[in-house]
C-alpha cells in the first residue's frame, strides 16, 4: 500500500520494465507531472517499450535461435538416446555372459527407445526451424499478445487467506486516487 500522500503507480510493477518506469516516475514527479498524467505516459512508454522487445524477439532472436538450436539439441537427443539404451545393453551383456539369448523384451525396449528418440529427433528437426515463422508476426497481433500480456499482469492469485486483502495492481491504483472499485 501507499504511503501517506503517496500514490502507487501500477506500471513501476511491470516486469522487466519496472525499474525504468520507476525512475520516470521520479523524474516526472520533481518536474510537477499530476498522477495521472505520469501513469498515461508511463503506460504508453511502457507499451511501446514492450511492443520493440516482442518485436524484436519475433524477428530476429526466434528465428536465428530456432536454426542455431538445432545441432545441438539433436546432440542431446543422441546422448539421451545412449543413457536409455544402456540398461539394455547391460541386460543383453549379462545374460550373454551366462551363454543365453536375452529375452524378447530387451529387443522390444531397445526398439522402442530407438524409435522414440528417432522420432523427436525428426520432430525438433523439422519443428524448430519453424520458429523462423514469428518473424512473419503482425504488428496487431503483437499487440493483442501485449494486451493479453498487460490483463495476465493484472490478474493476481491469492492464497486461500488473503482473499480479502487481495488486490490487482490496478485496484490499487484507483483506490490511491480514491476512485470506486471497479468490482463494485
Known sequence: MAASGEVLNPV?????FGDL?????????????S???RAFGELIIVGVLAFVLLRLVTARLLPWAGNALVRPVTMLTQALLVLLLLPDLGVARLTRHFG?????AVY????????????AEELIRRGLPKLGLTRALRPWALIVL???GFLLWNQ????????PTCASPVEVWLASFGAPDPKG
Open 12 to 16: 513501476s510493477d511491470v516486469p522487466v
Open 21 to 33: 518506469i520507476g525512475l520516470v516516475d521520479t523524474a516526472a514527479t520533481q518536474i510537477g507531472f
Open 35 to 37: 498522477l495521472p498524467f
Open 100 to 104: 543365453r539369448k536375452p529375452p524378447e
Open 108 to 119: 522390444g525396449y531397445g526398439a522402442a527407445v530407438l524409435a522414440v528418440v528417432e522420432s
Open 146 to 148: 501485449l494486451v493479453a
Open 156 to 163: 493476481q492469485d491469492c492464497a486461500a487467506g488473503a482473499a
